[in-house]
Every structure is written in C-alpha cells, then in structure tokens.
C-alpha cells in the first residue's frame, strides 16, 4: 500500500519555473514506477513523466520534454517534478501515481493516486 500527497502548485506566469513534490508513505517506495499525470479542465488525464524504480530510467510527454525534469529521492520516499518554461497550456491539477511493474505511460496500470494540486500558468 502506498499513499501519495503531492504539494508546490501555484499561480505563476508564462515562462516560469515551479517544482512539485509528492510524498508517499510506505516501506517498499523504491519499488515502485512512479509517474506524474495531469488533468486540465474539459479533457482526459494525460502522461506526463515518469522514472523507474532505480532513477536511472526517466520518461516524458513529447509536450513537456526538454522543459519537466522528474526525480527521485528513494531515502527520503519523495518523486519532484520541476516544470520550467511553463506555458498556459500546462494549466492543470497534477498528479502524482505509482505502479509496481516497470515503465507505462498508460494511466489505468498506475495503482496509487495522490490528490492533486493544482497548477495555473497565466500568459
């Protein structure tokens, strides 16, 4: 069982950079893929990065490679997500999953959920 509390959304504007963290809570966290996804207003949830369960391997959304960096800290239990160049249309709730298998950018393999926090990027 793995419980997930993401946190560092916020209002920022066109061009900035924001990190969010998410913290879980459990003993087997390095076995675990971990992946971020959001959600903007009126559309489907959607992949947007994700590391495996040694930090060696990391995976992003052609819409955000080259801007998002995901990492983690297995000592701590923690996964970041730092956004730069942020434009409006990352404007979304962001959340923060794992899974026990390897890699997927597919969101239904993804067991655990945070709750989201919400990321609003103004032009």
């Known amino acids: 069982q793995v419980q997930l509390v993401e946190s560092g959304g916020g209002l920022v504007q066109a061009g900035g950079s924001l990190r969010l963290s998410c913290a879980a809570s459990g003993r087997t966290f390095s076995m675990y893929t971990l992946g971020w996804f959001r959600q903007a207003p009126g559309k489907e949830r959607e992949f947007v990065a994700a590391i495996g369960r040694s930090s060696g391997n990391t995976y992003y959304a052609d819409s955000v490679k080259g801007r998002f960096g995901i990492s983690r800290d297995n000592a701590k239990n923690m996964v970041a997500l730092q956004m730069n160049s942020l434009k409006p249309e990352d404007t979304a709730v962001y959340y923060c999953?794992?899974?026990?298998?390897?890699?997927?950018?597919?969101?239904?393999?993804?067991?655990?959920w945070g709750q989201g926090t919400q990321v609003t990027v103004s032009s």
């Open positions: 999953a794992a899974r026990s298998g390897t890699y997927s950018n597919y969101i239904r393999s993804y067991d655990y």
